[in-house]
């Protein structure tokens, strides 16, 4: 990831459409097998802290701070490409996903449920329980 001034920042983000909140919906897909792993949202210092950094870092809006993917699980997530939208609603991250979990329930995606005519049926296995990912329950 490159290297940028706080000024050049401020310009480079200029065409992201921020919500009342300060934040932007931003997707991570794995960057080889193009499976989306999670939906998170970032503010500027997690935008800019993911460009310099080279690994995502969100904004966590139930704990109301910045959030290091991995921090607790030690599933990091690689940066290769950000991307923005058309709309410059929403960002797309090309990462590698550290361990193959990026949701917190132990799964590959956190899009593990689908639609099955009238309710909500899993599509893939726990791949580590989250008790063992994080130590305690979850």
């Known amino acids: ?25 931003v997707i991570a897909q794995d960057h080889q097998t193009h499976t989306v792993l999670m939906m998170a949202w970032m503010n500027a210092e997690a935008l800019h802290l993911t460009m310099t950094q080279g690994h995502a870092v969100y904004w966590s809006r139930s704990r109301q701070k910045l959030w290091h993917k991995g921090e607790s699980s030690g599933h990091q997530q690689i ?15 090309l990462v590698e996903q550290v361990g193959g979990i990026a949701c917190h ?19 893939a296995p726990v791949l580590k329980p989250p008790e063992a990912i994080y130590n305690k329950p979850v």
Do not use: P
């Open 1 to 25: 990831m490159s290297h940028s001034t706080t000024s050049d920042f401020k310009e480079n983000i200029s065409d992201i459409k921020w919500n009342d909140q300060g934040l932007v919906a």
């Open 79 to 93: 940066v290769h490409d950000i991307r923005l939208d058309c709309d410059g609603d929403a960002i797309l991250l």
């Open 105 to 123: 329930t132990g799964r590959q995606s956190c899009f593990y449920r689908s639609w099955d005519k009238n309710n909500w049926k899993e599509n």
